[in-house]
Nanobody
Framework: QLQLVESGGGLVQPGGSLRLSCVVSGFGWDLYVIGWFRQAPGKEREGVSCMSRDDTYYADSVKGRFTISRDVAKNTVYLQMDSLKPEDTGVYYC???????????????????WGQGTQVTVTS
């Protein structure tokens, strides 16, 4: 079983940057797929970026702008978000699952474990 706690959201202007952090606890967490998902107002939750020990996934809408990484010693997965756009606005959730990266991030296999979410607002 995993526990996930997100932080780092906030208000930023278009073109700006934010780094989200997800602190993960639970035995063997580094063997799970950990990913970032977002939900904009009135829209379904979507996968943004996910990673395992040897694979990563990015949604087309964030490729080249967002970078996922992890620090195993700190039990933390990061999402560096650069060149932010208003359409990146939403609640960002951290999720964890034992599935494959593509399946988890694409929505075919939603994560079993979720954090509480952190708000990201991109506006001028």
């Amino acid at each position: 079983q995993l526990q996930l706690v997100e932080s780092g959201g906030g208000l930023v202007q278009p073109g700006g940057s934010l780094r989200l952090s997800c602190v993960v606890s639970g035995f063997g967490w580094d063997l799970y797929v950990i990913g970032w998902f977002r939900q904009a107002p009135g829209k379904e939750r979507e996968g943004v970026s996910c990673m395992s020990r040897d694979d990563t996934y990015y949604a087309d809408s964030v490729k080249g702008r967002f970078t996922i990484s992890r620090d195993v010693a700190k039990n933390t997965v990061y999402l560096q978000m650069d060149s932010l756009k208003p359409e990146d606005t939403g609640v960002y959730y951290c999720g964890g699952d034992k599935g494959y990266v593509d399946n988890v991030c694409s929505g075919r296999r939603p994560p079993d474990y979720w954090g509480q979410g952190t708000q990201v607002t991109v506006t001028s």
